[in-house]
């Protein structure tokens, strides 16, 4: 969950971390001859102290963030985190140690902990650990397909942008803007007892501003966030295509290739609209929703409850639970939406952020159904709960975000498979009588067992009789899982298909983040209720 | 070795100091040593016992600064950090935000440590969870929960020879206990500085009761009711507001706290008449850190006096741009209350609802500090001055604005996260819809 505050639950919980690094150093990677001797020692250690597996991860964690603010760059981070984490089982129980120290001794030292604090947690066991089976692959690596590491191109460069980025705003009458771009490179290997040593080097970046205008005589505000999304890619995501945009509508739609002094633009121009849109009239309206908005509805709505874990209630004391609970996956016929719905978990998807070789816990990552036509048919899972779902291999949702966090089920890219037939936004607003259309992530709140939420956009544009009759604000929409997904009466082609997603997904106790991807075509859902969230005070 | 006495951290800091050829040079440095538990379905999941120092750097010649931070501490480090963060310095833009450092300053000793807490070994933990379980076990329930305890200390130096060190102790514990049958749901959670006053079995009966008595919640229409919030449930809604004490967002027109026409509410009556909200570094209860990382001393403050907005927090930039003092803004804060337990209230209260704590409270306008999110983990239907029956959860659309301007009634403040909060009797809550959820 993103932000900040109590219960801070799920998205955008995390900052820069580790200690600040030169830009050069962050773009040598450490000899992968050396991890594999430092895994060998955890991984020998582990066994001749009585473990009956055990894995290690060495971490080497980049971050990169620039952040400015109208005519002055905020800040400048460039860090790094680097150590090695030791899972093992002894005694039938997890145990988990790690170090930033990374001599022999430290390692083997570690191993000895993780193993001692296994026979310490087995006294208080109810039932020994069950590992889905899994074979060691040897030496394999996998990369983020990246075109241009961004940790490569000159900070220089980045920060003309966004300083260029927030004077296209200041002319055209912004009060204040902030930009900013967020860099991730994750350089982990994982190896195992079972014979597997992965080398992997994971790639994200996160272009982001928002605009701001003042109406001082009203006592008013308005702002606008761009209309990218985070992207497991390279800098190329900043190097605008003509062919990866979708234009004709109110606003301009941006797929693999991001256009960020066009949206600046817009965005600029959409705050004026904002101040002055009429406000929404509350009632049941049809929604359109884009799918720079709607990723954020998946997310939460349909990604965390087919959680497993959440499901059987590791998650209870935070996250909370799940309505989705097995006997209705066990009855093969429970309705979570309407026939056109089908949604894919999936860990591959090139320029998503949930895309890896292999996962924390070194299984080969892939693709499965979650909805089929609306029915619940499967889950997420890891290998030590596998088994409960009659599941003889994990399905790879293990990730931990740090060298020293343990590593636990995560939700994979979870997305809405678009319709079959080529249709656009522009020709689905046709049928619309009454409607909404919405784009952009804003407020979003879900109960712990994911059945009521309430989501707002960015920008909420009103449609009478098939056609756009200009913005409105203070639109929120409240629904039921189940009823929402059951209101689906339209999606858009393939073509239109578009990924959004999050840097910060937070679960866990202590929290941790992790980063995923929701793709989605624009999807019509027909008569929700929609409440007008404006007050004076 | 994570947690350092003040000599310790002295001599280190102007050992750091002494390698530093910049202009002006900040070096903070800091250290926590504490251990978790979490445990789900009655049994342990996972526990972890985590230790780090870490020192950073801040290099600036003219307005150009640099940072740069390390976790390893011989001597060769030391140097290396210093001369990172002064070669950041030399590529960086100028900030026409930077504000000379300041000199010399004298802050009291903090009341934050407390030796016992600081003793904590895996062994308390795992008695403490045991008591935990003991209760869920006995009852028939299911008990997911977490306990961490920490020991920290900070220390700064800067070139003009300022120098503050605190150490702090904190231990908190949460646990949501649920019935086999996943109809009822009860929830606790608490932290102290002082480890003798956090009692998990007392605690854990609470979440028990609730997890029972909520069972079988019964559907009221959603609308507005006068609420009773458990000092949690007050908590969650405030902590949103109190980031709006800030008089540069005020300032600039994008704040609650902004005025219509420019300026900012301050002096403005903007509660009911019974809110008074101060916050005291040295309060027994919450006590904090007499500095803040400016280096700037943390005094008792009052931020609603009767109601009015009483002062704004301003940061050594904005309070030199608007030629006034800087004040830090304490999150330690102190919600005056009066004398009534939550029983009390609940005996004075003809009809209303009866909130244990908020959930995903997420902003919906900024400008109206409107709030959304749920209850959760025991609402119930009050009917003259009794608990009648559990009620399914809502959700409200709320501002804290709002709520502070229907206040019936305060409580007796008890410890809630890092402030003293009272239970509080809110007319006219607004709950918008119903939620299914347990």
Known sequence: MTGVGVGASLLDSRSVFGRQISVEESLNPVDVKLKKKMADIALNTAKSKGATYADVRIGRYLNQVISTREAQVQNIGNSESYGIGIRVIANGSWGFAATNDLSDESISKAAENAVAIAKGNSKLMIEPVKLASQKGFGEVSWKTPIEKNAFEVPIKEKVDLLLLVNSEAMKLGAKYVNSSIFMVNEQKYFASTEGSYIEQDIHRIWPNFTVTKIDAAGGKFETRNALSAPMGMGFEYLTPKEDEKIKGGPVTMYKKRYDILEDIKEATVHVDEKL???????GKWDLILDPSHLFLTIHESVGHTTELDRVLGYEANYAGTSFLTLDKWESKKFNFGSKLVNVIADKTEPGSLGAVGYDDEGVK???????????????????????????????????????????????????????KENLAAADMIKNVEKGIYMFGRNSYSIDQQRYNFQFSGQLAYEIKDGKIAGMVKDASYQSNTQEFWN?????????????????????GQPGQVSAVSHGSATTRFNGVSVINTGKKL | MAILSKEEAQTILKKVL??????????????????????????????????????????????????ASINEFDDASLQKVVKRAEELAMLAPENPEFMPLLGPQTFPDSLTFNA??????????????????????????????????????????????????????DVSFSVTIRNKEGTGSGYVEQSFNDLDKMDTLALSKIAASKATGSASAKAIEPGKYTVILEPLAASDMLSNMFRGFDARSADEGRSFMSKKGGGTRLGEQLFSEN?????????????????NGDGIAIKKTQWVENGKVKNLSYSRYWADKKGVQPLPFN??????????????????????????????????????????????????????????????NFRFNESPVIMLNNVEALGKPVRTGSGMIPPMKIRDFTFTSLSDAV
């Open chain 1, 276 to 282: 002055k849109a009429n406000p929404v009239a509350p």
């Open chain 2, 18 to 67: 002494s390698y530093s050829k910049a202009d002006a040079c900040e070096i903070s440095l800091s250290g926590s040593d504490g251990g978790n538990i979490r445990y789900a379905r009655n049994a342990v999941s996972t526990a972890g016992q985590i230790s780090v120092m870490n020192l950073a750097v801040s290099s600036t010649f003219g307005k150009k600064t640099g940072s």
């Open chain 1, 487 to 507: 209101s689906c009466t339209a999606l858009c082609g393939p073509a239109d298909y578009r990924l959004g997603g999050t840097f910060s997904d937070g679960k």
């Open chain 2, 331 to 392: 999150r330690s804060i102190v919600f005056e209350g009066g004398t009534q337990s939550l029983e009390e209230l609940i005996k004075s209260t003809e009809k209303g609802i009866l909130v244990t704590r908020f959930w995903y409270i997420r902003s919906v306008d900024p400008q109206t500090l409107l709030l959304t999110g749920l209850t959760r983990d025991g609402t119930f239907y009050i009917e003259n001055g009794e608990i009648k029956f559990p009620v399914k």
């Open chain 2, 116 to 169: 016992k807490t600081a003793a904590i070994t895996p062994d308390t933990r795992a008695e403490m969870v045991g008591k935990s379980l003991s209760i869920s076990k006995a009852a028939n329930l299911d008990a997911a929960g977490f306990l961490e305890n920490s020991t920290r200390f900070n220390a700064v130096m800067n070139s003009k020879n300022l120098f503050a060190y605190n150490k702090s102790t």
């Open chain 1, 365 to 419: 990552c892939g693709s499965w159904d979650l909805i089929k036509d609306g029915i619940l048919v499967n889950y997420q899972t890891i290998r030590d709960q596998a088994h409960i779902i009659g599941l003889s291999e994990s399905q790879g949702c293990c990730y931990a975000d740090s060298w020293d966090s343990i590593q636990f089920q995560r939700m994979p890219n979870v997305s809405l498979a678009p319709g």
């Open chain 2, 275 to 291: 809110v008074n909200i101060y916050s005291d570094p040295m309060n027994a209860e919450v006590p904090s850190a007499t500095w």
